[in-house]
């Protein structure tokens, strides 16, 4: 069992309580599809277990969580803290809203919780460099989403619109490579400006590509280098979070459209149309002419289409184990 988030590295921690599975301080499984997952503490993604450590380890967070008494629970989710801190996430049969919730909730919401956090430690310490600066600061403090102070200190009246422009257009966002992980290929500087200037392209029946603008030019990006460039891309574009209810909103989106990857089409089709500033404005788009709640709908979906492939490829080998077993019993049935 790997010990290392999957998607941040960080460290998943360990429990006393699972003798079956040492791994991670708040665990989650669903026992009727028989999946386990750590939950990393770092980026509250949910790192789903190899097939062989899942049985044992769900009979016994099962009976943990039916003995203790601190739980909270709804229909289909319930959380159990345990006496060593360990915490048990059981899912029966969620509908998506409420396990998106549980999924994407904390997430977004600590995002959000350090954006905040950063504004005030940033303004408190413009402040105290230069406190006749603060009916200027205050002016200043938000431009889409990002902390640009402008004021007069020492007499020097410091750049503000040139540091305004420049955060929210020249500013590096990412390096993000042009190709999948392993295949050698370089990466490229992505700026603001880059970011709006890109688009997701429907690509057949099986994912988006990803019209990209950077420092280099554009490039089309399919497959698993347009998965990863967008992993990348939207772990800034979305850097600031979510409300639970945009967080909510976002997940309207997808259930409306039944699954991850149709959303994921629905979003490609919104951001590559044809519009002009008009029609910009009035939808109030950013990076890759989505709204937020379109960019966080779509970094929920990637997170899920990812998971879905690990899925049916568990399921292909489930498959062949089945038929290795259909071969054992027919012998059997003739002897």
């Not at 669903?30 to 062989?52: H, I, Q, Y």
Request: with cysteine; charged share 25%.
């Amino acid at each position: 069992m790997y010990r290392r988030c999957l998607f941040c590295h960080g460290d998943l921690g360990a429990n006393e309580a699972l003798e079956a599975f040492p791994v991670g301080r708040r665990v989650a499984y669903d026992a009727a599809k028989g999946r386990l997952w750590v939950v990393c503490p770092a980026c509250e993604r949910w790192n789903l277990t190899p097939l062989d450590a899942r049985w044992e380890a769900m009979e016994e967070a099962e009976r943990l969580y039916r003995d203790t008494r601190l739980r909270v629970a709804t229909d289909n989710v319930g959380l159990a803290r345990l006496r060593d801190g360990t915490e048990l996430v059981r899912v029966g049969r969620p509908l998506r809203p409420e396990m998106a919730a549980w999924r994407y909730g904390d997430q977004f919401g600590r995002r959000r919780r350090r954006g905040l956090a950063a504004v005030g430690v940033g303004a408190a310490a413009a402040v105290a460099a230069a406190p006749e600066a603060v009916p200027a600061l205050l002016t200043g403090l938000w431009s889409g989403g990002i902390f640009v102070a402008g004021y007069v200190a020492g007499g020097v009246q410091l750049p503000y619109q040139a540091a305004k422009e420049w955060l929210l257009s020249e500013r590096v966002l990412a390096r993000v490579p042009l190709g999948a992980a392993g295949d050698g290929a370089g990466t490229v500087g992505v700026r603001v400006r880059h970011a709006r200037e890109s688009a997701l392209v429907p690509a057949g029946p099986d994912g988006v590509a990803l019209r990209l603008a950077h420092d280099g030019g554009e490039s089309l990006l399919e497959g698993a280098a347009a998965t990863r460039a967008l992993g990348v891309l939207l772990a800034r574009a979305n850097a600031w979070g979510a409300a639970a209810p945009q967080v909510r909103e976002a997940v309207r989106a997808i259930d409306e459209r039944g699954d991850a990857l149709s959303w994921l089409h629905t979003a490609a089709r919104r951001s590559s149309r044809p519009g002009g500033r008009v029609m910009a404005e009035w939808r109030r788009v950013g990076a890759f002419a989505l709204t937020p709640v379109e960019r966080l709908a779509v970094e929920m979906a990637l997170h899920e289409d990812a998971e879905r492939r690990v899925l049916e490829g568990e399921l292909a080998l489930l498959e062949d184990a089945w038929r290795d077993a259909e071969e054992v019993a027919a012998i059997a049935d003739g002897l």
